[in-house]
């Protein structure tokens, strides 16, 4: 099967052709040796060797088709392998299956449709063998993904869709066959035979999901099939690492629900994150207007806070684009004006986006802290001051919010509750030599030097003095911190005159 002996990377064995029965045409599941090779698969997958581990998840399938993770574990390979950039897979791959019989022609329809997983064709005849072979739950999460596939071509094909109807007539997957027969309505509405076949499935599919089933548990096999095929899906949907053929894929599932579904927010939801996903800027752009569309009707902020991020991701690349051209001009007047512009404009559209945030969710200190640290960018001091004063009862941020809080006092002028505030800063915070700690030690000398500055107060210059050749001992290069102790030095030396 594998030909001579193979040793990945753990130094397993692989099984090979020698000590592996021919596989036979009947279906009879063999678990303990389709566990051996997806074992197999998962540490070939892991060391990047996508393409191998497609066929170790295939050659495990062979020996048990009936098991779901094998057919999960394979796409995942199958999305890692097309994003890896390598091309086509090779003759080896395309050879491993002779094609005779139900479950090799099965496998090999596994494997034209991970290749190319946008062909609606190619996830039609996936899900035709898996029902030839009476594979329900592989009928159920195959035709969900095929159905989409095959309503968002440019020419849905209505032939596709009523081999889908018969696959999950078949398979007992009443719901999913109507769906399909729906859309071949959609494509031939004065086919009457379908429609009156359509309104029999309809009522069996309502029994199916009322527990009327011929198994005793409420909602039977089909249900079963139903909630673990969605389940999946979701589970897919955020662990992959999406190709751009499986951004794609998500996207034109996204939208064949959104068309039958425009007022249902789950499905509004998942258009928009799709949207945004893949990226292309008329995706954010379809995205924004969705979700602001959404929002409008709905009156429900969630849908106003995505559109605002992706408002903001938009802005934010652009901004980039400012950046690059400044550090390339660094002399170029004109260039350092734009950058100054964008940084500004920026700024302000984060203000409008976070002060919108906040007044939704008034109890999130998390967003108050952020909201304070671009009103302490823009100047407006005594705004972040209240904010700080709010954020730093969360222990996530509350050191960040003393240092900011600090700061805010001493740049009006309010240097005796700078120096408390940097003092309870100092004690709260675990560590006074890392980054923040040193921050914190710094903001409360400055303020020191300034209090002696202004106050003429020696104590506080001494205080200052101290803090200053501590930083310098441990960071000469920290900062300005040369420059202050020099200050702090010659203030002392007016007190003392």
């Known amino acids: 099967m594998f030909g001579k002996k193979k040793k990945d990377e753990d130094g397993a064995v692989a099984?090979?052709?020698?000590?592996?029965?021919?596989?036979?045409?009947?279906?009879?599941?063999?678990?303990?040796?389709?566990?051996?090779?997806?074992e197999h698969a998962r540490t070939v997958h892991e060391t990047t060797n996508y393409e191998y581990a497609m066929q170790s998840w295939l050659r495990g399938l062979r020996f048990d088709p009936t098991d779901m993770n094998g057919l999960e574990g394979f796409f995942s390979s199958c999305a890692m392998f097309l994003g890896s950039g390598k091309g086509k897979i090779s003759k080896e791959t395309a050879k491993i299956f002779d094609g005779k019989g139900d479950v090799e022609k099965f496998l090999l329809t596994l494997?034209?449709?991970?290749?190319?997983?946008?062909?609606?064709?190619?996830?039609?005849?996936?899900?035709?063998?898996?029902?030839?072979?009476?594979?329900?739950?592989?009928?159920?999460?195959?035709?969900?993904?095929?159905?989409p596939l095959t309503?968002?071509?440019?020419?849905?094909?209505?032939?596709?869709?009523?081999?889908?109807?018969?696959?999950?007539?078949?398979?007992?997957?009443?719901?999913?066959?109507?769906?399909?027969?729906?859309?071949?309505?959609?494509?031939?509405?004065?086919?009457?035979?379908?429609?009156?076949?359509?309104?029999?499935?309809?009522?069996?599919?309502?029994?199916?999901?009322?527990?009327?089933d011929d198994v005793g548990q409420e909602g039977g096999f089909r249900k079963n099939i139903r909630d673990s095929a969605k389940q999946r899906q979701l589970q897919e949907e955020e662990r992959i690492v999406k190709t751009d053929d499986v951004k794609d894929r998500v996207v034109l599932t996204a939208e064949a629900a959104f068309k039958e579904r425009p007022d249902d927010l789950p499905t509004i939801s998942k258009l928009v994150r799709a949207l945004r996903e893949r990226g292309k800027p008329e995706d954010e752009q379809r995205a924004v207007r969705v979700a602001m569309d959404a929002y409008q009707r709905t009156k429900q902020f969630r849908f106003r806070q995505e559109a605002g991020e992706i408002k903001l991701r938009m802005a934010r690349?652009?901004?980039?684009?400012?950046?690059?051209?400044?550090?390339?001009?660094?002399?170029?007047?004109?260039?350092?004006?734009?950058?100054?512009?964008?940084?500004?404009?920026?700024?302000?559209?984060?203000?409008?986006?976070?002060?919108?945030?906040?007044?939704?969710?008034?109890?999130?200190?998390?967003?108050?802290?952020?909201?304070g640290r671009?009103?302490?960018?823009?100047?407006?001091?005594?705004?972040?001051?209240?904010?700080?004063?709010?954020?730093?009862?969360?222990?996530?941020?509350?050191?960040?919010?003393?240092?900011?809080?600090?700061?805010?006092?001493?740049?009006?002028?309010?240097?005796?509750?700078?120096?408390?505030?940097?003092?309870?800063?100092?004690?709260?915070?675990?560590?006074?030599?890392?980054?923040?700690?040193?921050?914190?030690?710094?903001?409360?000398?400055?303020?020191?030097?300034?209090?002696?500055?202004?106050?003429?107060?020696?104590?506080?210059?001494?205080?200052?003095?101290?803090?200053?050749?501590?930083?310098?001992?441990?960071?000469?290069?920290?900062?300005?911190?040369?420059?202050?102790?020099?200050?702090?030095?010659k203030t002392m030396g007016e007190l003392r005159g």
């Open 317 to 371: 690349r652009k901004l980039e684009e400012y950046r690059e051209r400044a550090a390339q001009n660094p002399e170029d007047a004109p260039a350092q004006e734009a950058l100054a512009k964008a940084e500004r404009k920026f700024l302000e559209m984060e203000l409008i986006e976070l002060n919108a945030r906040v007044a939704n969710y008034p109890t999130d200190l998390g967003l108050k802290y952020e909201l």
């Open 15 to 38: 099984e090979t052709a020698a000590s592996a029965p021919a596989p036979s045409t009947a279906l009879v599941p063999d678990p303990a040796r389709a566990r051996k090779f997806f």
């Open 111 to 147: 494997l034209a449709w991970g290749t190319k997983p946008t062909e609606a064709a190619a996830a039609v005849r996936a899900a035709e063998f898996a029902a030839k072979m009476s594979l329900g739950e592989q009928v159920y999460w195959i035709s969900e993904r095929a159905i």
């Open 151 to 212: 309503l968002g071509e440019k020419k849905p094909r209505k032939d596709l869709l009523l081999k889908l109807v018969e696959a999950n007539e078949k398979v007992g997957a009443y719901d999913l066959a109507v769906k399909a027969g729906e859309g071949a309505m959609r494509i031939d509405p004065a086919d009457s035979e379908l429609q009156n076949r359509m309104r029999n499935m309809s009522a069996q599919a309502t029994m199916s999901r009322g527990g009327f």
């Open 374 to 489: 671009r009103q302490f960018r823009v100047g407006d001091y005594e705004a972040a001051i209240a904010l700080f004063q709010e954020a730093k009862s969360d222990t996530k941020h509350r050191s960040s919010s003393l240092k900011f809080l600090g700061e805010s006092f001493e740049q009006i002028g309010w240097y005796d509750e700078a120096i408390a505030t940097f003092r309870q800063a100092i004690e709260h915070h675990s560590d006074e030599n890392n980054e923040l700690g040193m921050e914190l030690r710094y903001g409360l000398m400055s303020a020191l030097a300034n209090k002696a500055d202004r106050e003429r107060d020696m104590s506080a210059a001494e205080e200052a003095d101290k803090l200053a050749s501590a930083i310098a001992i441990q960071q000469i290069g920290y900062r300005d911190i040369k420059a202050q102790r020099d200050r702090i030095k």
